[in-house]
């Protein structure tokens, strides 16, 4: 630290007075701790500890598919701590991310495979990636220059467009070149110097490799002289430009550079596949890369990569029903938890809520046995435990639906409401919450993947603004 | 007066039909602090924007050292040695008070980006400068902006501080004109007095030729070579402090809004 003075401060005087905030952030308690003790640890030791621990991953265990979810995971990573550049340093607010993503992986595609020419084009990866980074790096320039005087809502439209020409691009024009909606299958795998990537494991040690050189060139990037330019362009860029910055040129680099990352994510990732196709570079993906960014804390390195890891864990979850109920009961209880008190308030909401449940499935049994004929979707040990406490009928889905609609009535309703009448209404739509899960939303994996994500990101808002690792910002003095 | 360093040329700049500033001429010799002063809305703080090319002039010409800087992009007005403060304070407040001073030493550094990530004997070089001259700068406050406060976001800073902060990144850009934009507006009367010492010792020991705006005709009396008053983007009076503040165009156009040449 550059401190000159490290005594601890006296009580009351300046010093102590100003670093308050300092203390009230870091906190108490066993989290705090931890924090501190990593604190004392220099960064570029923690990655490397961190990064030896996940090299350990494939070698604990014997499942491809779980080495798999690891591939995927990196990749998003990767994008991940591309797009913090753009997005987290120089606030640009780039839609078209994606893009350079598609564009690198069908680069490579092109220069891999037998689509071009009559034997195809066959390049050794190590050229053909570098070839496709530089392109990708002079398209983000060339993208840049239009949108280098847009700002804000101009830019992010922008680049959403351009993001849908690059699908809509691949997808019809030229389908001879590009496969067309099949896209471009047989691409060879990774070489290095006659050394071919075949198997998974092998995909997850390149990609460890390039993420953790990834992340150590941004962490020296963010403490120079071109990452002050770029944080200074996104608090002020009317300030950076009379501070000497060069504001467009700035922020050129930041695309240019963002665009890089992307693509190279991109080569991996069709050598990976070993194909690529249009509809992986479409906007869901996007807004995937966006979730981990903004989940991990939008402007921090490690956040960007934990934020991509726990949004790819959390969707591979949610594609087992019994998990995706774990994450969704578990998301509830932890929201209760936190936002209702005191812990009195808590007890009472919760065991009305299990009163309630027996009571509403009782008397419906009692009226009519084939409204409580179905079973809980959610299977496992949480469709059991909620057998006879959710009323699911044998037929859920008309009723699933109007409930559906119910709930999000009761919720609007809920939020214009105080006090008691809040708590009061909170515990039936509780219930009715549960009563859409089991009933609809488990059978619907890909809406239900989407809107949980977005419940987390919710709770995330209002929990943790700053994102899991991202520090405080301050927008309004 | 000495060779001038700042010269304002018949400069006018029309917001549609309003005049914001309309043929105004002025010279700052080098080594001079001019005060500028006028009630709310005479088109000081626009005469800002358009010495440092947030605006370009729709006539006249501005020159810094004989150069025409009318029309260049801010930077490269910011590059040539203009720098200023902003009346509502327009610091890079997520960042820490130390990289808010560094980061405005981009213009006069070069390390390009590749050779920030392999750390190359140049780029480490320049990066011990540059933190050097921002620990100099701040030091420049003393106590008021000392060590643990380097490491803290701007936004923790009190407000007079954040207005310290903001002459302390302006003196990285190493200009040679400073442009201050009410230093004093919001500080107590204690400060107030330190930014009056401020100032003065921002000319003799930086050699800054400096500008001020300022309502505090206190300040404006202890800091200034030369006055110049505004009204309605047009110079109404130029000269001592005494003269202007008696003249009755000045008088007229305070008390013609309400309020008095006073002192306080
Ligand atoms: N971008 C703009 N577009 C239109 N009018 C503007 C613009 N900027 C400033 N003006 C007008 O120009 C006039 C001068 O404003 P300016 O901010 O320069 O006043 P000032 O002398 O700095 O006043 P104060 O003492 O209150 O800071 C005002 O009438 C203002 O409304
Ligand atoms: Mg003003």
């Not at chain 2, 729709?58 to 040539?80: C, E, F, K, Q, Y």
């Not at chain 2, 820490?96 to 050779?115: C, D, F, I, L, P």
């Not at chain 2, 000319?203 to 008053?229: K, Q, W």
Request: glycine residues 10%; hydrophobic residues 50%.
């Amino acid at each position: 630290m550059s401190t000159p003075n490290d005594a601890p401060p006296r009580i009351g005087v300046d010093e102590w007075v100003a670093r308050s905030g300092e203390r009230r952030d870091r906190g108490s308690g066993p989290s705090a701790a931890i924090v501190r003790a990593l604190e004392r640890v220099g960064w570029w030791q923690r990655l490397a500890v961190i990064a030896a621990i996940v090299a350990l991953f494939p070698l604990l265990t014997s499942s491809d598919y779980a080495v798999r979810v690891g591939v995927n995971t990196l990749l998003l990573a990767t994008l991940a701590l591309g797009l913090n550049v753009v997005v987290g340093w120089t606030g640009l607010l780039d839609l078209g991310y994606v893009a350079f993503y598609g564009f690198g992986a069908y680069g490579f595609a092109l220069l891999s495979s037998n689509q071009l020419g009559s034997s195809g084009i066959h390049l050794p990866s190590l050229l053909a990636i570098v070839i496709v980074v530089v392109a990708a790096a002079l398209l983000g320039l060339l993208l840049g220059l239009p949108s280098r005087r847009l700002q804000g809502d101009y830019l992010a439209i922008v680049t959403l467009f351009f993001g849908q020409i690059f699908v809509e691009t691949v997808t019809n024009v030229a389908p001879k070149v590009t496969g067309g909606p099949n896209g471009v299958v047989g691409i060879d795998p990774l070489n290095f110097f006659g050394l071919e990537v075949t198997t998974t494991r092998g995909y997850f040690y390149v990609l460890l490799i390039v993420t953790v050189v990834i992340m150590g060139a941004l962490h020296l990037i963010d403490s120079s002289r071109t990452g002050r330019g770029w944080r200074a362009v996104r608090e002020d860029p009317l300030a950076a430009a009379l501070m000497t910055i060069p504001v467009n040129k700035v922020k050129l680099l930041a695309f240019s550079v963002g665009a890089a990352v992307a693509a190279l994510a991109g080569t991996i990732f069709a050598a990976f596949q070993a194909g690529a196709y249009p509809t992986d570079f479409d906007t869901p993906f996007l807004i995937l890369v966006y979730a981990g960014v903004i989940l991990g804390g939008s402007g921090s390195i490690a956040g960007a990569v934990l934020g991509a890891t726990v949004v790819s864990v959390t969707l591979e979850l949610l594609r087992n029903p019994s998990q995706a109920a774990t994450l969704f009961y578990g998301l509830i209880l932890l929201t209760l938890v936190v936002r209702v008190r005191p812990w009195r308030k808590l007890g009472a909401v919760l065991a009305a809520l299990v009163a309630f449940g027996f009571a509403v499935h009782a008397v419906i049994g009692a009226i009519s046995a084939s409204a409580v004929a179905g079973h809980p979707r959610s299977g496992g040990w949480v469709g059991d435990a909620l057998g006879s406490w959710v009323v699911v009928p044998a037929d859920p889905k008309g009723p699933g639906n109007i409930a559906f609609v119910v709930l999000i009535l009761g919720l609007v309703a809920l939020v214009q409401l105080k006090g008691t009448a809040r708590t009061v209404l909170l515990v039936p739509l509780l219930y009715l919450a549960a009563f859409v899960w089991e009933t609809r939303l488990v059978a619907e994996a890909s809406i239900t993947r989407q809107i949980l994500l977005g419940a987390i990101l919710i709770v995330m808002m209002n929990a943790r603004p700053q994102g899991l690792l991202g520090s405080k910002r301050v927008e309004v003095l | 007066m000495t060779r001038p360093l700042l010269e304002l040329d018949h400069v006018t700049l029309a917001f549609g039909g309003l005049h914001a500033v309309e043929d105004l001429s002025i010279a700052v010799g080098e080594g001079e602090i001019v005060s500028l002063i006028g009630p709310n809305g005479a088109g000081k703080t626009t005469l800002f924007n358009l010495i440092t090319g947030v605006y370009a002039p729709t006539s006249g010409d501005i020159r810094v050292a004989g150069r025409s800087i009318a029309g260049l992009a801010p930077h490269r007005i910011a590059g040539l040695g203009v720098a200023r403060t902003f009346q509502t304070l327009r610091l890079f407040v997520n960042m820490s008070v130390k990289e808010n001073v560094m980061a405005a030493t981009y213009g006069h550094t070069s390390a390009r980006m590749w050779q920030s990530v392999l750390r190359t004997p140049k780029a480490r070089r320049e990066e011990r400068e540059v933190n050097a001259l921002a620990e100099e700068v701040l030091g420049f406050f003393s106590q008021r902006l000392m060590g643990y406060r380097w490491d803290q976001p701007a936004y923790s800073l009190s407000y007079a501080n954040r207005r310290r902060l903001e002459i302390a990144r302006a003196m990285a850009t190493r200009p040679r004109v400073l442009l201050i934009d009410e230093p004093a507006a919001g500080m107590n009367p204690q400060e107030t007095h330190e930014i009056t010492d401020l100032i003065a010792r921002l000319r003799d020991e930086r050699g800054y030729t400096i500008l001020a705006i300022e309502h505090d005709m206190h300040v404006v009396e202890g800091i200034s070579d030369r006055v110049i008053a505004l009204d309605h983007g047009q110079k109404i009076a130029e000269g001592s402090f005494e003269a202007v503040a008696t003249n009755p165009l000045v008088v007229e156009a305070y008390m013609g809004r309400g309020t008095a040449v006073t002192k306080g």
